[in-house]
């Protein structure tokens, strides 16, 4: 069974940073295409970064350079380090999986197997 558990999510004033985890099982991870998406209320989720199982990387332009996305294949995590954080990052934020490969870029939510429940991200100005 594949799971996938977000965690390290908050609150936090614009400008902090925080890192988001998502513990992944079930999966042969190097295998799969990784992401993370967001869904504020009201608007539909959009993805804001993932890897690819050929190592490509994608980051949604609205986050781009102040978030890194990783993985630790050792412990079948995979991170996504925020920074400068803004009010407009508040959202759900999901992990995700699509088997074998991203089947489009930058990713859809549409096309991923399988989500983890989501971990909520607040930012107050």
């Known amino acids: 069974e594949v799971q996938l558990v977000e965690s390290g999510g908050g609150s936090v004033q614009s400008g902090g940073s925080l890192r988001l985890s998502c513990a992944v099982s079930?999966?042969?991870?190097?295998?799969?295409?990784m992401g993370w998406f967001r869904q504020a209320p009201g608007k539909e989720r959009d993805g804001v970064a993932a890897i690819d199982s050929d190592g490509s990387i994608f980051y949604a332009d609205s986050v781009k350079g102040r978030v890194t996305i990783s993985q630790d294949n050792d412990k079948n995590t995979l991170y996504l380090q925020m920074n400068s954080l803004k009010p407009e990052d508040t959202a759900m934020y999901y992990c995700?999986?699509?088997?074998?490969?991203?089947?489009?870029?930058?990713?859809?939510?549409?096309?991923?197997?399988?989500w983890g429940k989501g971990t909520l991200v607040t930012i107050s100005s």
């Open positions: 995700a999986a699509e088997n074998p490969r991203c089947s489009s870029w930058p990713p859809l939510s549409g096309g991923m197997d399988y």
């Open positions: 079930g999966v042969t991870y190097k295998s799969y295409c």
